[in-house]
């Protein structure tokens, strides 16, 4: 997880990007839209750490043990946590 500061920071060039945006056009009070910002941040986040949490508890359900941080776990890993997102993607 980020820590309160680093959310606020990133919530700030997140904001300024969005109203440098030509694309874009900001109505409404910056404080309630930076709030919003970090809702979402701290959204998805948590939603990461449980697709994590769900990759690990099956890799280290294997049969055969895979060792974390060895090539072929790194593999298996990104492979799973991709399959992972796209199921919370759909649902």
Excluded: C, N
């Excluded at 606020?8 to 900001?26: E, G, N, R």
């Excluded at 939603?47 to 941080?69: F, H, N, T």
Aim: without cysteine; aromatic residues 4%; hydrophobic residues 35%.
């Amino acid at each position: 997880m980020l820590s309160e500061d680093k959310t606020s920071h990133l919530s700030h060039v997140i904001l300024q990007a969005v109203k440098k945006s030509p694309l874009v056009t900001v109505r409404g009070d910056d404080g309630q839209m930076l709030k919003e910002i970090k809702r979402v941040l701290a959204a998805e986040l948590a939603q990461e750490a449980e697709i994590d949490r769900k990759v690990k508890a099956k890799l280290a359900s294997y049969s055969r043990g895979i060792v974390e941080g060895s090539p072929e776990w790194d593999v298996l890993y990104r492979k799973t946590f991709e399959e992972e997102t796209r199921k919370h993607v759909k649902g």
